[in-house]
T-cell receptor
Framework: DAKTTQPPSMDCAEGRAANLPCNHS???????VYWYRQIHSQGPQYIIH???NNETNEMASLIITEDRKSSTLILPHATLRDTAVYYC???????????FGTGTRLKVLA | SQTIHQWPATLVQPVGSPLSLECTVE??????LYWYRQAAGRGLQLLFY??????ISSEVPQNLSASRPQDRQFILSSKKLLLSDSGFYLC??????????????FGPGTRLTVT
């Protein structure tokens, strides 16, 4: 079973920030939080990952709470092309498994 | 740079027929390889993963099997397809070594329809 909980769907206005939450209350100390997105009929695409600290790259920012039990993926200026299913997964260096949940379906509205 | 290939892109097969889907990775050695299935409108289900030639771990008991005959080749098979085998099959890889610390890279997928 997936170790994460995400809302099934969200809407966001184009040009606004999209904030996608993820709950991972049972995360272990050596486990990373990964975010992927899947545009319809394509394979998932890696976005960002983090362990403890907040992370930022050209696609998004990842905010991890101090207790590491939840995180938020931020798309700073959402575009129509960001419409996709976003998956948050938790996995650690001691396992080879990447277990995906059902994700959040983000719809960016014009 | 690394690339991952899957074929065929689409496949329509009758119930009871055999299946063979192939995945190959280029530009890396000793990758960890994965097969996922995605039913229509659902999330990704991990089917098999492999950390080396001939090493297969099965996550879901079913009529599918996987093999890794070469370092960068991963094959998903079935002797007799069921209607419930329809879905989008995705192959993925991560760098070899300790798992969980690397991002996964996914192939373009095979859309299988069992009729």
């Amino acid at each position: 079973d997936a170790k994460t909980t995400q809302p099934p769907s969200m809407d966001c206005a184009e040009g606004r920030a999209a904030n996608l939450p993820c709950n991972h209350s049972t995360i272990s100390g050596n486990e990373y939080v990964y975010w992927y997105r899947q545009i319809h009929s394509q394979g998932p695409q890696y976005i960002i990952h983090g362990l403890k600290n907040n992370e930022t790259n050209e696609m998004a920012s990842l905010i991890i709470t101090e207790d590491r039990k939840s995180s938020t993926l931020i798309l700073p200026h959402a575009t129509l092309r960001d419409t996709a299913v976003y998956y948050c997964i938790v996995t650690g260096s001691g396992t080879y498994k990447y277990i995906f949940g059902t994700g959040t379906r983000l719809k960016v509205l014009a | 740079s690394q690339t991952i290939h899957q074929w065929p892109a689409t496949l329509v097969q009758p119930v009871g027929s055999p299946l063979s889907l192939e995945c190959t990775v280029e530009g890396t050695s000793n990758p960890n390889l994965y097969w996922y299935r995605q039913a229509a409108g659902r999330g990704l289900q991990l089917l098999f993963y492999s950390v080396g030639i001939g090493q297969i771990s099965s996550e879901v008991p079913q009529n599918l099997s996987a093999s890794r005959p070469q370092d960068r080749q991963f094959i998903l098979s079935s002797k007799k397809l069921l209607l419930s085998d329809s879905g989008f099959y995705l192959c993925a890889w991560t760098p070899g070594g300790t798992g969980g610390s690397y991002e996964q890279y996914f192939g373009p997928g095979t859309r299988l329809t069992v009729t």
